[in-house]
């Protein structure tokens, strides 16, 4: 079935999310669990790549789902780089598009920063075509976005952050290491030995977030029990040239 991420995109040339502190903050600050719960009933996300995606297991521990304690931490930290206090702390607006059950979120995000962080964060939903101008030219500080697999490898959702000028690279980051990762990844063959690859790449992205993951989706189908066959790759794409239809038994009234 169709698979997908949606997060929290920081504008890393934004004087605030430029640190790392910041951002930290911010993504640590999210109850991922209380959204799926109450809003999205998806799958919570700690990572970019869909589980779908993976041929192997990782080992690798990204980051925890929700921690307050360590977000206060890193939002001190980051005031104090900043040389801020917290009444300097300035108020700004989160992005987002009017889909559906996208305002639900981002209400959700609004009330858990203000309770964890005492942020005051404004809301503004979009029409789709003017919220990715918006992204695309990064005429904004914060905002929530996603990416919806379009062919069947891990590089569908990491690929846009390798170059700080792609339009699609929402956060205008970029690193030097997670680029060579990535390149090395295409030079293996073999899909596990490659995930391997894309998952030392994710935890550089993971670890200096521009992004916050927030959940997963994940769509579903219902096939009838006579219908056999049908194939759908984690993009979302079904595959209908080996389906067989069986006769449906009679049953005796």
Same mark, same amino acid.
């Given at each position: 079935?169709?698979?997908?991420?949606?997060?929290?995109?920081?504008n890393?040339?934004?004087?605030?999310?430029?640190?790392?502190?910041?951002?930290?903050?911010?993504?640590?600050a999210?109850?991922?669990?209380?959204?799926?719960?109450?809003?999205s009933?998806?799958?919570?996300?700690?990572?970019?790549?869909?589980?779908?995606?993976?041929?192997?297991?990782?080992?690798?521990?990204?980051?925890?789902?929700?921690?307050?304690?360590?977000?206060?931490?890193?939002?001190?930290?980051?005031?104090?780089?900043?040389?801020?206090?917290?009444?300097?702390?300035p108020?700004?607006?989160?992005y987002?598009?009017?889909?559906?059950?996208?305002?639900?979120?981002?209400?959700?995000?609004?009330?858990?920063?203000?309770?964890? %962080?005492?942020? &005051?964060?404004? !809301?503004?939903? @979009?029409?789709?075509?003017?919220?990715? $101008?918006? *992204?695309? /030219?990064?005429?904004?500080?914060?905002?929530?976005?996603?990416?919806?697999?379009?062919?069947?490898?891990?590089?569908?959702?990491?690929?846009?952050?390798?170059?700080?000028?792609?339009?699609?690279?929402?956060?205008?980051?970029?690193?030097?290491?997670?680029?060579?990762?990535?390149?090395?990844?295409? %030079?293996?063959? &073999?899909?596990? !030995?490659?995930? @391997?690859?894309?998952?030392?790449?994710? $935890?550089? *992205?993971? /670890?200096?977030?521009?992004?916050?993951?927030?959940?997963?989706?994940?769509?579903?189908?219902?096939?009838?029990?006579?219908?056999?066959?049908?194939?759908?790759?984690?993009?979302?794409?079904?595959?209908?040239r080996?389906?067989?239809?069986?006769?449906?038994?009679?049953?005796?009234?």
């Amino acid at each position: 079935s169709r698979s997908g991420t949606f997060f929290t995109i920081f504008n890393v040339n934004d004087e605030i999310f430029n640190n790392i502190n910041m951002r930290k903050a911010f993504a640590y600050a999210i109850d991922r669990a209380a959204i799926a719960d109450n809003i999205s009933n998806e799958q919570i996300a700690t990572r970019l790549v869909p589980p779908s995606f993976r041929h192997v297991e990782s080992t690798i521990d990204y980051f925890a789902q929700a921690s307050p304690q360590l977000a206060l931490a890193y939002f001190e930290k980051g005031m104090e780089d900043l040389g801020l206090t917290k009444e300097e702390f300035p108020s700004f607006t989160y992005y987002y598009p009017e889909m559906s059950g996208q305002k639900q979120v981002a209400q959700a995000l609004q009330n858990q920063w203000r309770e964890c %962080l005492g942020v &005051n964060i404004e !809301l503004q939903g @979009l029409e789709m075509k003017l919220f990715m $101008a918006r *992204l695309f /030219q990064r005429e904004f500080s914060i905002a929530q976005s996603g990416i919806i697999a379009q062919y069947t490898d891990a590089m569908n959702f990491l690929e846009r952050f390798q170059d700080k000028n792609d339009p699609k690279n929402y956060p205008g980051w970029e690193n030097a290491v997670y680029n060579k990762k990535l390149q090395e990844a295409m %030079l293996i063959p &073999n899909p596990k !030995l490659r995930q @391997l690859k894309y998952d030392e790449a994710e $935890a550089i *992205l993971l /670890q200096e977030m521009p992004i916050a993951p927030v959940h997963h989706i994940q769509d579903y189908y219902l096939l009838d029990e006579t219908v056999q066959g049908v194939e759908v790759a984690p993009n979302g794409v079904v595959d209908f040239r080996n389906v067989k239809v069986k006769r449906r038994t009679q049953t005796s009234p």
